[in-house]
């Protein structure tokens, strides 16, 4: 992989990983458009990089600024596009607002895809382009807590097969890369705490950073990081009853720090 030939539409780059993935992505020398939607955060971030490169503050689940985004992409001749832009939510999901529910569900599939169907004749219309969808663990792995986001990334990590299935005769490869928790602003403190009382390692945006650079290096399709988060989402396609089992045993601790979202 040329990094420094890529041109990369970049969403939820104001995040913890999508910041961590543009400093890697520049520091390779890709010209890179940054999107999220926060302008002073895309603004310092753009300062921050070795590289000149643009962003765009939009709201991904406004049609009108979507397209608005597409339209720089086609300016840029864009030829990669990482959906890192996503919301998460801690609780149980009798106590999950539906509005909750509709923004996970609007940004991390909705928005998604629709921002990737409206890039893909730009796409196809290079020699060779790439999406890269970042899922997560629990798109594999229904886990007590994460009810809607699990099924939000269950829905990114079908698509992406999907897509990657019915593109199989075009240039233009498509890559899910599923990471474990990181430590990023998307957990808050409780959803932390959790992960040390249940020894659920957590990795830094950096490590996920150079990971989704070498899933797309190594031309990996999908990728599940860490372990034993590997193992456990290959015994969950098989045996889930075993993994039903494990998750029982975390429960109550689960449901008491639900209590405390
Ligand atoms: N952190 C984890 O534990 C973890 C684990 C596995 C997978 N992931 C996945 O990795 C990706 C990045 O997560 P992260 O930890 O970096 O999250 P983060 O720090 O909370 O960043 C989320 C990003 O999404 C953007 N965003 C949210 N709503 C948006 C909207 N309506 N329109 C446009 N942009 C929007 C945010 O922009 P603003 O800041 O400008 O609002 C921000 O750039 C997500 O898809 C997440 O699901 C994270």
């Known amino acids: 992989m040329h990094w420094s030939e890529r041109r990369i539409l970049l969403t939820g780059a104001s995040g913890g990983i999508g910041r961590a993935l543009a400093l890697a992505l520049a520091r390779r020398g890709a010209r890179l458009l940054l999107a999220g939607r926060k302008p002073t955060a895309l603004q310092a971030l753009a300062d921050e990089l070795p590289v000149p490169a643009e962003w765009r503050a939009v709201d991904l689940c406004d049609t009108d600024a979507r397209q608005r985004l597409v339209e720089a ?5 864009i030829d990669m596009l990482i959906n890192a832009a996503g919301v998460n939510h801690f609780g149980l999901f009798d106590a999950q607002p539906p509005e909750s529910v509709s923004e996970m569900i609007a940004l991390n599939v909705t928005a998604t895809l629709q921002l990737t169907q409206a890039m893909l004749p730009l796409l196809k219309a290079d020699d060779e382009a790439w999406i890269v969808n970042l899922g997560s663990t629990f798109g594999a792995i229904g886990y007590p807590g994460y009810a809607s986001y699990c099924a939000s990334k269950a829905a990114l990590r079908g698509f992406s ?3 990657r299935r019915e593109l199989a005769d075009t240039r233009v490869h498509v890559h899910y890369v599923a990471p474990r928790a990181t ?3 998307m957990n808050d403190v409780t959803v ?3 992960n040390a009382e249940l020894g659920n390692a957590m990795d830094s945006p950096e490590q996920v950073a ?3 650079l070498r899933a797309v290096e190594q031309r990996a399709v999908e990728r599940h990081l860490g ?3 590997r193992l456990f989402v290959r015994l969950n396609a098989v045996v889930p009853g075993v993994v039903d089992r494990a998750l029982r045993r975390q429960l109550a601790t689960i449901q008491r720090f639900a209590g405390r979202a």
């Open 73 to 77: 992409a086609r300016e840029l001749d």
């Open 161 to 163: 097969q999907a897509l």
């Open 183 to 185: 430590r990023t602003a």
């Open 192 to 194: 932390d705490t959790l």
């Open 210 to 212: 150079d990971a989704v």
């Open 227 to 229: 372990w034993p988060e």
